[in-house]
């Protein structure tokens, strides 16, 4: 129950209405007195004067609970779909593991037992003496004897003898019985009976003469040392940080009022919400992280200490992982095995340090990644590049200007592609960036005209992007390594006011640019980039400069500071952008092998829906793109695979839809002309044209009019291919 107290900042118990004499306050100040007789006199400053508002009557019993903050019903890891998953797949493991460690040792239990068995035999025989031999009245008897208390001793020596003739009778009833059901097993019973029985007898024996210090069986697990989180600990770890705040308030007793909620389990992991004494923040305390996990006894990886956003700066939340964050198996991508993405969503990105989903919304936004070598850099940027593939609507221009391959699944999605640190690679990819800014304008020009009502807030929206004529569909240019294209002494800066005008004017269009960098610097990564990016990730850096390039200015001093990582924090970084709190992530990590798979999935995908275009659909890019087409591929993008025969005439107003900019004109002559001129286009590529049968839309009616064949089309790019091959 939260009570609602009166402002005291100091804890008084005495508080009321704080009076403050007014001779310590300064006189009114104004630079005309409108009345310079009637100032006050020294005396009148005299006069204490109530400024804090008097403490308020005792609240109702309503007005105290409408203050009172809900705890949720359900613990947070059954609220998520994924902790839950997590939970159980942790039970599961836990469990088989268990059982196989224990059943690959069975022979070398069953040896133990055998060999401890004949010990077994003595103690159960020794023990069965003494129970029916009254051993543990002996010191009694004998005390009786020593004292010569004679009728004590035949008092005790009448009930020996009592005790001694039931407890034979009882054991030689128990060894006669077990001994026939034995011989009884052994003859008439089943051999597995006896057999069983037998191991039965040898393993109980051994059991017992198992010394205490040296079990049969052993844990097949070892618990880690994992200290329960207690307010004694936090306080402890809070009071070393070396912060005055915090050490004043101590001294004034604000240990036990810290804390604002029970400490409970949450996760895999301990969690205080605490509050921090007036003045000192939560950034404070993640500003030193190292020194909490010092004070806290645990690795700086199980310690994540958090402000809360819809609270005051001085509420924390102090998360204390059971296991140090690289340490836990990372969950699978939920999109690696089935499913689709749409960019107009928020995509699976990573989880946090408490095993919850992290998501990344793409759309109307930029993503910067930057980390140093080796860090996850490639995977980060792996798997954003993986949910636009499986957006079939999304055009993908992907560039790796390190030239290791790392992207190379997206060869058969991208409809731009290339890898490589060379001249030609990093030009090529500044034609991408300038078709990127040319498709710009284009795209403006479109929302521009577009009716109010249609495009109400002028930007894409799922319903513009799904209109193909438009050409509004999300596109998605990423660059890895793009500190190879900016700091070129020949494409640098044009790559640079390139990439600045498509960060700052392509989120409402459609536009996506990600990139990545291991060398966030100056010259590396323009600082109009930097500055205007959206979305940022920040694996481990070395310095506070590239920490504050990838994050954004002062992001260091705010305690945001991804050099606190370590060298095994690979995948591990700060994201920032993608909720309203900067969030630790790691992202899900999907390598090449299972990229490659992914990208299949995504190709056969964009391939019923009719928009593998460019690169992947073996088109040339060499010119500029957007100002050539591959005729025979938009072709074959236009005629799904269940339309075999289609008429000239529909062909071209397909072709229109699919680029205006290149096909437009066709489609405006009449049925005729533009029967002939596919005709014509379609002559050099050898593909035959003749009557097919077909449906007039318009009229539902059937008819054979000039058109071409699917089969026809795609021999035709198969014995183009065949001979590029040979060349
Ligand atoms: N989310 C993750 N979880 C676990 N391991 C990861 C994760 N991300 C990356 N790694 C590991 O880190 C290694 C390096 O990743 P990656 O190739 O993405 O680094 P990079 O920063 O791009 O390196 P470089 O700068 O050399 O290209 C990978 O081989 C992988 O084993």
Redesign the pocket.
């Known amino acids: 129950m939260t009570h609602v107290e009166p402002f005291n900042p100091d804890g008084d118990p005495e508080h009321g209405a704080d009076v403050i004499p007014l001779h310590k306050l300064k006189p009114p100040v104004s630079d005309v007195d409108p009345m310079p007789d009637m100032a006050p006199t020294e005396d009148a400053y005299e006069v204490p004067v109530p400024v804090d508002a008097p403490a308020p009557a005792r609240l109702s019993w309503r007005e105290s609970v409408r203050g009172e903050k809900r705890q949720p019903i359900l613990p947070a890891w059954l609220l998520s779909r994924d902790a839950l998953k997590e939970q159980v797949r942790w039970v599961w493991d836990h469990y088989t593991h268990v059982f196989a460690f224990h059943a690959v040792r069975v022979p070398v239990y069953a040896g133990t037992l055998a060999l401890r068995s004949p010990q077994g035999a003595g103690r159960l025989i020794g023990g069965a003496f003494r129970w029916v031999t009254d051993a543990d009245g002996r010191p009694v008897r004998a005390n009786a004897i020593q004292r010569a208390d004679a009728a004590e001793y035949l008092k005790l020596a009448k009930h020996r003898d009592g005790r001694i003739r039931l407890r034979a009778t009882i054991l030689i009833a128990a060894t006669l019985a077990v001994s026939i059901l034995m011989t009884a097993l052994i003859l008439a019973g089943p051999t597995w009976g006896a057999v069983l029985a037998f191991a039965g007898i040898i393993g109980g024996l051994g059991f017992l003469g198992a010394p205490n210090d040296r079990p049969v069986v052993g844990p097949a697990v070892v618990k880690p040392q994992v200290q329960k989180l207690s307010s004694h600990i936090v306080l402890r770890a809070l009071g070393a940080l070396g912060i005055a705040g915090i050490n004043q308030a101590m001294t004034k007793g604000w240990g036990p009022r810290a804390f604002v909620a029970p400490i409970t389990r949450d996760g895999p992991g301990w969690r205080a919400d605490v509050d921090l004494p007036y003045g000192v923040t939560a950034v404070d305390i993640m500003e030193r992280r190292d020194r909490l996990a010092s004070g806290l006894r645990r690795p700086m990886g199980c310690v994540w200490p958090e402000p809360v956003h819809d609270e005051h700066t001085g509420r924390l939340v102090l998360w204390v992982g059971d296991q140090d964050m ?1 340490q836990v198996t ?1 969950p699978a991508w939920p999109l690696a095995r089935s499913g689709a993405a749409s960019l107009f969503k928020p995509l699976p990105y ?1 989880t946090d340090q408490r095993g919850r989903q992290i998501l990344v919304n793409l759309m109307y936004a930029n993503m910067l990644i930057g ?12 798997i954003l590049l993986l949910a636009a593939a499986l957006d079939v609507t999304a055009e993908l221009l992907v560039w790796e200007l ?1 030239g ?1 391959g ?1 992207l190379s699944p997206f060869e058969k999605v991208a409809a731009d592609y290339g890898s490589g640190p060379d001249d030609e690679t990093c030009e090529a990819a500044l034609r991408s960036l300038r078709y990127v800014y040319k498709d710009l304008e284009r795209r403006a020009k479109v929302i521009a005209g577009l009716p109010k009502n249609v495009c109400p807030e002028n930007k894409v929206t799922p319903e513009l992007a799904a209109k193909k004529s438009l050409r509004l569909h999300p596109l998605v240019l990423a660059i ?2 793009c500190q190879e294209l900016f700091a070129h002494e020949k494409f640098g800066k044009e790559a640079e006011s390139l990439a600045v005008a498509v960060i700052k004017r392509g989120r409402a269009l459609g536009v996506i640019l990600v990139l ?1 960098t ?1 060398r966030p610097d100056k010259e590396s990564l323009p600082t109009g980039v930097s500055a205007n990016v959206g979305i940022r990730f920040c ?1 481990k850096v070395m310095g506070q400069l590239e920490n504050d390039m990838i994050l954004g200015t002062s992001s260091y001093k705010n305690g945001l500071r991804a050099t606190t990582f370590t060298l095994k924090d ?3 970084g700060y994201l920032v952008g993608a909720a309203p709190d900067a969030q630790i992530t ?4 999907v ?1 090449n092998d299972a990229a490659d798979k992914i990208c299949d999935r995504a190709r056969a995908a964009r391939e019923a829906a009719g928009t593998l275009t460019g690169y992947a659909a073996g088109q040339t890019t060499d010119t500029d793109r957007g100002l050539s087409y591959d005729l025979l591929a938009d072709v074959l993008a236009v005629i799904p695979p269940s339309e075999p025969k289609v008429w000239n005439e529909v062909v071209v107003d397909r072709l229109a839809e699919l680029r205006p900019d290149g096909y437009g004109t066709w489609a405006a002559l009449d049925v005729k002309a533009k029967s002939a001129q596919l005709t014509t286009a379609l002559k050099p590529y050898g593909v035959p044209v003749g009557q097919v049968w077909g449906t007039d839309d318009a009229t539902g009616k059937g008819a054979n009019r000039r058109g071409i064949t699917r089969d026809d089309v795609t021999a035709s790019i198969t014995k183009r291919e065949g001979s590029r091959g040979s060349d």
């Open positions: 690289n990372p990573g980390a140093m070598p080796g860090m996850g850099k490639t995977f980060a940027l792996r390190k290791t790392d890895d390594e990545a291991q694996l690979k995948g591990i790691r992202t899900y990590a390598d």
